[in-house]
């Protein structure tokens, strides 16, 4: 049986998701040793932690300060995690419920209009368009080697609330689908439809940015 | 595997993203993997997206670490360790 520790202050809204251990399918990180203590397990998932944060805020004050709250979330949790199960996802558990108690917008919205009709293989029929399935040429790689981490970020920014979380998580760190359902609270089959839709509205995103910030030429500037 | 066996152009398409994020099972991997193997197409079309996913993984996961992160981290176990001390 868990034991739901009761928490003072906002923290208060995470404890009971603090409390459900995360069951461990990862295909990257094992179990962790029952005896191993807080600061090793935490310390190597801060990067990525602040990573997730970062891409999720574009503000680096507040994405410091999401991390450091998730981290005491983490130290006053800790006697319910339980050995042998999936820390990284527990924690980031913790992240992801911080992140929407402090800054959740409207996470029951649906994908504006525009992007209801976005075709399948989108980024694939404009580069070719564009003349870039060259061989022996990477024409993925010759469009997005155009755009920087930062101008990513801002496409990546431009999906709806639900869509964005799972789609941070995913392109941040390599957990599973079931994995990212634990995280989230939500079905494997709610992570896999998002996802796939996420996909591709980034796509349609992602040439939107490459188009304002001048990296296509206007001949190829939308596909209907 | 006999060609009823065999996956459509259509039915890996179904299939990529899932294909791609290693979701499938093995059976069905095996399956699309094949049609892959045979289809110039389809195998296009799946290096393209595979190449959009490690690109934007990439570039996503450039994030140096702040130092002061580090510390405050830091600062909150070396809290949290105090009290099993005394």
Redesign the interface.
């Known amino acids: 049986m868990l034991v739901v520790p009761h928490y003072a202050g906002s923290l208060g809204i995470i404890a009971p998701f603090m409390a459900l251990a995360l069951m461990d399918h990862s ?1 990257t990180q094992p179990a962790v040793p029952a005896r191993q203590g ?2 090793d397990l ?2 190597p998932l ?3 932690a ?2 997730l944060a ?2 999720l805020l574009r503000n ?1 004050a507040d994405a ?1 300060d999401l ?2 709250e998730a ?2 979330g983490a ?2 949790g ?1 006697a319910t995690f339980q050995p042998g199960t999936n820390f990284k996802a527990w924690f980031f558990r913790i992240l992801t419920n911080c992140y929407y108690a402090r800054h959740r917008r409207q996470r029951h919205e649906g994908p504006p209009v525009e992007f209801d009709e976005t075709p ?2 989108y ?2 029929s404009q ?1 070719a368009a564009l003349g870039l ?1 060259q061989p022996p040429g ?4 010759a469009l ?2 155009r ?3 930062e101008q ?2 801002a496409a ?1 920014l431009g999906l709806p609330e639900e869509y964005r979380v799972v789609s ?1 998580l995913y ?2 760190e390599d957990f ?2 079931e994995q990212t359902a634990g995280i989230l609270g939500i079905p494997v089959g709610t992570v ?1 439809s998002r ?2 839709r996420a ?1 591709k509205i ?2 349609k995103l992602l040439w939107r940015v490459a188009v304002e910030r001048g990296l296509v030429p206007e001949a190829v500037k939308e596909r209907a | 595997m006999t060609a009823l066996d065999r996956y459509t152009c259509e039915e890996v ?1 179904r299939r990529l ?2 294909y791609l ?3 499938l099972s093995p059976a069905e991997m095996a399956m699309v993997k094949e049609h892959l193997d045979t289809c110039g197409q389809c195998a ?2 799946h ?3 595979a ?3 490690q ?3 990439s ?5 140096d ?2 130092q ?3 510390d ?3 600062a ?2 070396a ?3 105090l009290p099993e001390e005394q």
């Open positions: 295909r807080l600061d935490l310390k801060l990067g990525r602040y990573g970062l891409r680096r410091e991390v450091q981290a005491l130290c006053r800790y399948e293989l980024l694939y580069t399935h990477d024409p993925a790689q997005l080697n755009l920087d981490s990513i970020a990546l941070t392109f941040i599973s689908y896999r996802l796939h996909r980034l796509q | 398409f993203n899932d994020d290693r979701e296009s079309e290096a393209f997206e190449s959009v996913l690109e934007l993984k570039k996503l996961r450039r994030i670490l702040p002061s992160l580090l405050k981290v830091g909150i176990l809290e949290a360790r």
